[in-house]
């Protein structure tokens, strides 16, 4: 049985114009020396002038001469694909049902983790998974774009964990047949089961279910049997998604640190 102690990395503060972290349309925002003039938030979104890399997400990331402010845009919380059950782990096989907030959108779906494409499989029946799987599905609605990738990861349990309790958090890793590296990071999962008061379970409910991006963490400690990773947590688009474990606030950002030396 491997033990981590986890905790979330550690990331510099950002600067915000509002409590709430979202600046209103007139928040005056900087930009670096010898680039566009300062103005509002809207003014450099209309005219084109915010960086690329703010541009290219709802997380809007605007540098300023003395720092960063983050600031995020309206964005629906809500997938476009429902997946019924939820991702977790299971004693069983699953019976997966998809179904489309748009009900005249078409389902495509992959098992593979690969993102799904017009020439995907389409959804028309419930789909039985007897392997562990991570599914990603989109809607394709008739006369728009397609939503968002969802996604949820499916684990089947081993026989002999099944019934298997501990008085400490488990966490499930998954690479998928891939071995980690250090110096890359790879698509993966993180799985997170929490009994609070009682003992954990595999099969309860998951405080956390979903991709990440996994790889080893250390430089001496390689030599040792057990590795300690670092784990960036990301939805089905790719973004970074933010979680609670463990009492810790919620972040994207985490380590599995496993400090072998220590016999205590």
């Known amino acids: 049985m491997l033990r ?3 905790r979330p990395s550690l990331k510099p503060a950002h600067a915000s114009c509002s409590g709430a972290g979202v600046p209103p349309a007139t928040c005056p925002l900087a930009v670096p020396a010898g680039g566009s003039s300062a103005g509002t938030a809207k003014e450099l979104w209309q005219a084109g002038r915010l960086p690329h890399y703010a541009r290219r997400s709802l997380a809007l990331v605007v540098a300023c ?5 983050v600031f995020a ?45 017009e020439s995907s499989p389409a959804y028309s029946a419930p789909l039985s998974l ?42 499930i ?3 998928f ?5 250090r110096d890359e990071r790879l698509e993966g999962a993180l799985q997170v089961a929490d009994g ?14 979903g991709r990440a991006l996994l ?15 670092t784990v960036k947590l990301i939805d089905g688009v790719g973004d970074p998604v933010s979680a609670p474990f463990f009492g810790f606030p919620a972040d994207s950002d985490w380590i599995l640190y496993a400090p072998y030396p220590d016999k205590a």
């Open 4 to 6: 981590f102690h986890c």
């Open 65 to 69: 001469c003395v720092g960063i402010s």
């Open 73 to 117: 845009a309206e964005k629906s919380t809500e997938p476009a694909v429902i997946f019924s059950p939820a991702g977790g782990a299971f004693a069983t096989n699953v019976t997966l049902k998809l179904s489309a907030r748009d009900a005249a959108a078409t389902i495509r779906y992959t098992l593979d983790g690969s993102e799904p494409e």
């Open 130 to 171: 007897t392997n562990t799987a991570l599914v990603r599905a989109k809607a394709f609605p008739k006369s728009q774009p397609a939503s968002a990738p969802c996604a949820e990861v499916f684990t089947l349990l081993d026989d002999d964990l099944t019934n298997f309790t501990s008085n400490l958090p488990l966490l």
């Open 173 to 175: 890793v998954h690479s």
């Open 177 to 181: 047949g891939t071995n980690l590296a």
């Open 196 to 209: 609070g008061q009682e003992r954990t379970t595999l099969t309860r409910a998951a405080s956390f279910s």
């Open 215 to 229: 790889n080893i963490r250390g430089r001496a400690s390689l030599r040792y049997p057990k590795n300690s990773f």
